[in-house]
């Protein structure tokens, strides 16, 4: 699948080189290259520094589409009009269109900071002065989104703050200099395998046993959130290929399979209670909450999710969820039993349906020889019966936490499969 045009995404910000904040531009503009049937060959993420910023857009400007963000604001430091004009040989010039409208969003700002304008005249003239030939996509905050026409390559030029980005990005894509590139690509299809459970070297032994990519077929394996992610990219024909290797994967590995399409285990969580009409609650000691904020980043999810008990202490562990202190005293706050009192507590408590619990140490410190840390408890219960799981992880504090809140969601995700398998 080589004979897609070829993208290259540049994003600039040194920022992003120092790791003070992670790229999100480009694996978006990636995504949806791929979407639309361009490779995208490269992401070269570079700092503001003239020498390397204008390096990358020279290797940008081989391919057929080149994207680039970040570097468009008012300061010294913004350098990528300028320095993609000089790549392109072309010379810069004051857009008075652009001068009007971001002279008039900055004069309200200066207002409202009571602040003299003088003060964002020289950003204003800047941000407005663009390549000889470009063509403005308009604003998204002050910065203007920019596309040109090289003839042999285009070149979409967008902000760097992500909202900015995106909304430019879909004015880019009916450009006719766009176009032109878009009516070269095939768009491909599409085939998404998720597993829970299984490793990743068996299900690149499932995929090896199936036959391997190839063919118009090409396979990624990624270990991503605790859980296994195969993602097929079909060329156009290659349809039946596809379908023949998909299940090739799938026959070994069906137990741990939860989907066929990018759907987030939380959001699959919610539909299994609403199908059943249940209600949903948590109650978590190590994880912080960790589980029950995955559950309500999904919008509408306040028709199942009823709430959580953060229950940290042992005196909070009894006091609001009722765990009973000779529990607690023989057993222990991380452990099978007092998991199973926490998810009993929750459910009186809320009055839920559906309740996972999740207890135990994330360290660094409070582990012993017995209860090491990275030992973690989880139940789930229901109307339909109860899950457990417990697991000792080694890793950071971090990695345990979000491991035991990825395994919560799957276990209550389970349980409420086994229930609606029970009842059909």
């Given at each position: 699948m080589t004979d897609r045009p070829r993208a290259f995404i540049v994003v600039t910000g040194s920022e992003l080189v120092r790791g003070d904040r992670p790229d999100l531009n480009g694996p978006f503009i990636a995504a949806e290259l791929l979407q639309l049937g361009i490779e995208p060959a490269r992401i070269s993420i570079v700092g503001d520094a003239e020498g390397e910023l204008a390096e990358a857009l020279a290797e940008g400007l081989r391919a057929d589409l080149c994207v680039v963000s970040g570097g468009l604001g008012p300061t010294h430091d913004d350098r990528t009009v300028e320095l993609v004009a000089r790549a392109l040989g072309a010379g810069l010039r004051l857009d008075e269109d652009l001068h009007v409208e971001i002279g008039a969003i900055s004069r309200a700002f200066a207002e409202r900071l009571g602040r003299p304008y003088v003060d964002f005249e020289a950003g204003v003239l800047k941000q407005a002065t663009i390549p000889d030939g470009a063509l403005s996509l308009g604003l998204a905050g002050t910065a203007p989104g920019l596309v040109l026409d090289r003839g042999e390559s285009v070149v979409v030029v967008l902000p760097g703050?992500?909202?900015?980005?995106?909304?430019?990005?879909?004015?880019a894509l009916e450009t006719a200099p766009v176009q032109r590139v878009l009516s070269r690509a095939r768009p491909?299809?599409?085939r998404k395998l998720r597993f829970f459970?299984?490793?990743?070297?068996?299900?690149?032994?499932?995929l090896a046993d199936a036959g391997g990519d190839g063919d118009g077929v090409e396979a990624t394996i990624c270990a991503r959130d605790f859980e296994i992610h195969v993602d097929l990219v079909v060329a156009p024909g290659a349809d039946q290929r596809a379908d023949e290797l998909t299940e090739g994967i799938v026959a070994p590995l069906e137990r741990y399979l939860f989907s066929r399409s990018e759907q987030p285990v939380?959001?699959?969580v919610l539909e299994l209670c609403r199908a059943g009409g249940l209600t949903l609650a948590t109650a978590e000691s190590c994880t912080g909450g960790m589980v029950a904020e995955r559950i309500t980043s999904v919008p509408g999810s306040s028709d199942v999710f009823l709430g959580a008990v953060?229950?940290?202490?042992?005196?909070?562990?009894?006091?609001?969820?009722?765990?009973?202190a000779d529990i607690l005293e023989r057993h222990g706050a991380v452990s099978a039993e007092t998991a199973t009192a926490m998810v009993v507590g929750v459910r009186e408590r809320l009055g839920a349906d559906v309740a996972v619990s999740v207890t135990g140490i994330a360290g660094p410190g409070g582990g012993t020889e017995a209860k090491p840390v990275g030992l973690v408890y989880l139940h789930a219960a229901g109307p339909g019966g109860a899950r457990s799981a417990d697991f000792v992880?080694?890793?950071?504090?971090g990695t345990i936490r979000h491991r035991a809140t990825v395994t919560a969601l799957h276990l209550v995700r389970r349980l409420l499969q086994q229930s609606r398998d029970a009842a059909a």
């Amino acid at each position: 699948m080589t004979d897609r045009p070829r993208a290259f995404i540049v994003v600039t910000g040194s920022e992003l080189v120092r790791g003070d904040r992670p790229d999100l531009n480009g694996p978006f503009i990636a995504a949806e290259l791929l979407q639309l049937g361009i490779e995208p060959a490269r992401i070269s993420i570079v700092g503001d520094a003239e020498g390397e910023l204008a390096e990358a857009l020279a290797e940008g400007l081989r391919a057929d589409l080149c994207v680039v963000s970040g570097g468009l604001g008012p300061t010294h430091d913004d350098r990528t009009v300028e320095l993609v004009a000089r790549a392109l040989g072309a010379g810069l010039r004051l857009d008075e269109d652009l001068h009007v409208e971001i002279g008039a969003i900055s004069r309200a700002f200066a207002e409202r900071l009571g602040r003299p304008y003088v003060d964002f005249e020289a950003g204003v003239l800047k941000q407005a002065t663009i390549p000889d030939g470009a063509l403005s996509l308009g604003l998204a905050g002050t910065a203007p989104g920019l596309v040109l026409d090289r003839g042999e390559s285009v070149v979409v030029v967008l902000p760097g703050p992500p909202p900015e980005l995106q909304r430019l990005w879909r004015s880019a894509l009916e450009t006719a200099p766009v176009q032109r590139v878009l009516s070269r690509a095939r768009p491909p299809g599409f085939r998404k395998l998720r597993f829970f459970g299984a490793s990743e070297s068996a299900v690149a032994k499932a995929l090896a046993d199936a036959g391997g990519d190839g063919d118009g077929v090409e396979a990624t394996i990624c270990a991503r959130d605790f859980e296994i992610h195969v993602d097929l990219v079909v060329a156009p024909g290659a349809d039946q290929r596809a379908d023949e290797l998909t299940e090739g994967i799938v026959a070994p590995l069906e137990r741990y399979l939860f989907s066929r399409s990018e759907q987030p285990v939380e959001e699959i969580v919610l539909e299994l209670c609403r199908a059943g009409g249940l209600t949903l609650a948590t109650a978590e000691s190590c994880t912080g909450g960790m589980v029950a904020e995955r559950i309500t980043s999904v919008p509408g999810s306040s028709d199942v999710f009823l709430g959580a008990v953060v229950a940290y202490a042992d005196e909070v562990k009894g006091r609001e969820l009722g765990v009973p202190a000779d529990i607690l005293e023989r057993h222990g706050a991380v452990s099978a039993e007092t998991a199973t009192a926490m998810v009993v507590g929750v459910r009186e408590r809320l009055g839920a349906d559906v309740a996972v619990s999740v207890t135990g140490i994330a360290g660094p410190g409070g582990g012993t020889e017995a209860k090491p840390v990275g030992l973690v408890y989880l139940h789930a219960a229901g109307p339909g019966g109860a899950r457990s799981a417990d697991f000792v992880l080694p890793g950071d504090r971090g990695t345990i936490r979000h491991r035991a809140t990825v395994t919560a969601l799957h276990l209550v995700r389970r349980l409420l499969q086994q229930s609606r398998d029970a009842a059909a």
